[in-house]
């Protein structure tokens, strides 16, 4: 997030698109919602009918995979009746005429015509935004996880540049991420291309300095992710697999080849609190503690870190994470050996610019502060290009919409996306195990529009199938106007109707992710 979740409350506007806030981010929504009861217009834009429609001055439904011509069709109008901040995008930014050229061809006509929005719709919502000072910017995975990911990202931060909502309180472009430390986790390397703090595996002088720290002579290469990674298991490139608080076998696209990924493994190694559905397959398990049994850091959606102390003893022949990695090294032969939680926050102060200042010493006095924080005495950094970006000028990328990798045909004519309930979180490996959430949700389904449901014949709780290029499942249908017509959802927290057997494992070029937003699905009954 380029802003701060208290800045929502100083937000004029607030757009929110790809996010079903109220049950993905409970917290983060009832900001939002008091600032809306306070007098801030909330502009949604979401192919389903979510809790927040209730709060929202205007609700867009546009087609699946369609966020690009959408943002396109807002930019447009923003330029054509002159309501961009033109002294912020000469003063602070780059490639504007490349912009105002793409998007000149993006009239709300064709833009209604790709998305499904009416033209009417396209206009208000490029006024709203652009009327508003400040306006901020949310989304989640309904934008991020797309062929597309990139360049709907890239578009959301030319609109924000478009209209000066830069650097400034209330404003931003703000993703939430979908797991209470995922931000943590790519901020000291987790990922497949980068040393903590984003310094590239490329780059000899970061891989200099961390060879330096580590006393070990590291790989030139860039990684591989998940979705790779499992490809190159099955076709035997890669003999043994880590896997490491996740669960693939429910979260990956395509899950039948997930597993028969899994199975080519010479050897395969889980690290987790619960046997999942990927623990199952395993060689070896290795039993972690829970959070409520370690001391560590969570760093959160809005870039605050924050120290949690374990409230309860682990169970026995359990170990937290860093003691079962450092335990594991040792015996391979690398030298790791930490004597507490506090060595390894400081080690990652030393050398992660942006966590230079975060001691442990200051957030065991209270302190909960965002990064950047370069040095013992910054107070942190709460909204981030205030006075300049970190290239220096803001740079606009001209995009071109593309559609998303599998549209809908005669064999397989809907559309399914996927996403998740309020009740349970990501595969349920923790949520599912409570009685009382459970309880509220205990089963798949598939929402069917009522008229696609009149359609094939299928009536509120109907069992059915669903199908794509990639496999079958079954379960029971919800017939609600939730959805649009030739649109199906369905969550993917349930091992007994697994979504992820129909994605589609189509990545996005740059980033790598999945496109799980959307596929070409078939629904029948089982009749």
Known sequence: MTNSIECFSKAEVILVIGSNTT????????????????????????????????QAILWCRQKPGTDVALINGLMHVI?????????????????????????????????????GVSEKDIIQAARIYASGKPASIAYAMGITQHTTVTDN???????AMLCGNMGVE???????????NVQGACDVGALPNVYPGYQKVVDPIARDKFEKAWDIELNANNGLTITEMLDAAESGRVKVLYIMGENPMLSDPDSTHVEKSLKACEFLVVQDIFLT??????????????????????TNTERRVQLSHRVIDPLPGTKPDWEIICELSNRLGYPMRYESVSEITDEIAKVTPQYGGILYERLEKGEQLCWPCPLPNHPGTPILHQDKFTRGLGKFHALDFIPPAELPDVKYPMILTTGRVLQHFHTG????????????????????????????????GDWVKVSSRRGSIELTAKVDDKVGVGVIFIPFH???????TLTNPALDPIAKIPEYKVCAARLETTA
Not at 82 to 104: C, H, I, N, P, W
Not at 153 to 159: E, H, W
């Open 79 to 115: 330029v054509r009746e002159g309501l961009a901040d033109m002294d912020f995008v000469e003063k602070r930014t780059e490639g504007y005429e490349e912009l105002r050229s793409t998007v000149a061809k993006y009239t709300p006509r064709m833009v209604s015509k790709i998305t």
């Open 23 to 54: 049950e993905n981010h409970p917290v983060i929504a009832n900001r939002i919602r008091r600032a809306v009861n306070r007098g801030t217009k909330l502009l949604l834009f979401d192919p389903r009918d979510i809790p927040l429609t209730r």
């Open 153 to 159: 990202v890239k578009s959301l931060a030319n609109l």
């Open 429 to 460: 490996t923790m949520t599912r195990k409570s009685k009382g959430l459970e309880a509220l949700a205990p089963s798949p389904f598939v929402e069917v529009n009522p008229k696609d449901a009149q359609k094939l014949g299928v009536e509120d």
């Open 494 to 500: 349930y091992h007994e109707a697994v979504v992820n």
């Open 277 to 298: 559905e990927t623990a199952k397959l395993a060689d070896v398990v290795l039993p972690a503690s829970s959070y409520a049994e370690r001391d560590g850091t969570f």
């Open 170 to 180: 209330g404003g931003g472009v703000n993703p939430l991420r979908g797991q209470n």
